[in-house]
C-alpha cells in the first residue's frame, strides 16, 4: 500500500474497533494530574511525591530569602536596582 487515502479504514470502523481495544485491553494506570499528562506507574509516586515536596520547599525558601534580603536592604537604605545600573554605567 502507499499510504494514501485507499489504505485508510472508515471513521466508524475505525470507531468500533477502537472502542474494541478499549475495551478488551486492561488499563491500570491512574488518571493524570493534568490533561495530556501520562499516569505515573504506582511503584513511582511515592519518590515523585518526595520531589514534588523538594522542589516545592526549595522554590519558597528562594523566594522567603529573597524577601529577608530586600527587607534588610530597605532598612539600611540601599536600592539594588541602582547599585545595578551604576555598576553597569561605569563598565
Known amino acids: ?7 485508510k ?3 466508524p470502523v475505525r470507531d468500533h474497533l477502537g472502542q474494541q ?7 491500570d494506570g491512574g488518571k493524570p494530574e493534568f490533561l495530556g499528562d501520562e499516569p505515573v506507574p504506582q511503584e513511582f509516586a511515592p519518590q515523585i511525591a ?19 534580603l530586600d527587607r534588610i536592604l530597605d532598612a539600611f537604605g540601599i ?4 547599585q545595578k ?5 561605569q563598565s
Do not use: I, N, S, W
Not at 518526595?50 to 529577608?68: P, S
Open 50 to 68: 518526595k520531589l514534588e515536596t523538594r522542589l516545592k520547599t526549595h522554590e519558597e525558601g528562594t523566594v522567603a530569602v529573597e524577601h529577608a
Open 21 to 27: 481495544l478499549r475495551g478488551a485491553l486492561p488499563v
Open 79 to 82: 536600592d539594588p536596582e541602582a
Open 1 to 7: 500500500m502507499d499510504g494514501g487515502d485507499k489504505a
Open 9 to 11: 479504514l472508515p471513521e
Open 85 to 89: 545600573k551604576d555598576g553597569a554605567a
